[in-house]
């Protein structure tokens, strides 16, 4: 759905005239916003199937430092895969790399085997070291879940589901007004709860090992 189709749900929903905009007026910028509050917080809640991507880092030699552009920071990483050298990449915490590389006397130049975060650039996309420094061109993999920004413009869209977005933007606008004519703003969060949690155990289905527990 675009954000303008979210915005009429709603709005529907509140027994309020439709729009031909979303910023058409104050009620429906209003609305806007609680559907992109909405939406930030059934991105938040799982691990969709819909935001899983890939993003690609090429390494080139002498290089530790990378960003990964369109990030953002509010990616969750599944793994990372040094594709050129065909081996899983191990996550480390930055005092781990400062001590390799501010520490040890001796800098290593090899394919990379370890990640670790560093800071947001002026995008505001993650920054990533890798160790060992490159000592030529890899191509890495760090398959990722990655939130999205918050709608602006009509026909943005979302790959999420929309009804717990509509519903929970339907329950922020009643309790914001104070009333719906006939269903309190705290039956509207629990039906919002109750279609969250359906739609998240749909898409669970698809990655049963993520919600099963084992030993190791």
């Given at each position: ?11 529907r ?22 559907v ?21 880092v ?36 930055s ?80 309790r ?36 099963i527990?084992?030993?190791?």
């Amino acid at each position: 759905m675009t954000y303008l189709q979210l915005v009429n749900s709603v709005l529907r929903r509140l027994r309020e005239n439709e729009v031909d905009s979303v910023n058409q007026n104050n009620y429906s910028k209003l609305i806007g916003e609680f559907v992109n509050d909405a939406k930030r917080t059934v991105e938040d809640a799982w691990d969709w199937t819909a935001l899983r991507t890939t993003l690609t880092v090429s390494t080139v030699a002498n290089v530790y430092n990378y960003t990964l552009v369109d990030s953002q920071d509010r990616i969750k990483v599944l793994d990372v895969i040094n594709d050129s050298s065909n081996w899983f990449m191990e996550y480390r915490p930055s005092t781990w790399m400062n001590n390799a590389f501010l520490v040890q006397a001796n800098i290593p130049y090899a394919a990379p085997k370890y990640y670790s975060w560093n800071g947001i650039d002026s995008n505001g996309d993650s920054g990533v070291d890798l160790y060992p420094a490159p000592d030529g061109a890899y191509q890495l993999r760090f398959n990722v879940v990655l939130r999205t920004a918050d709608m602006t413009e009509n026909t943005d869209t979302m790959s999420i589901p929309s009804s717990p977005v509509i519903q929970i933007a339907t329950a922020l606008g009643a309790r914001e007004r104070g009333e719906t004519g006939g269903t309190s703003a705290a039956e509207l969060f629990a039906l919002a709860d109750r279609t969250l949690s359906d739609a998240i155990a749909l898409d669970a289905a698809r990655h049963p090992e993520e919600t099963i527990w084992t030993t190791v």
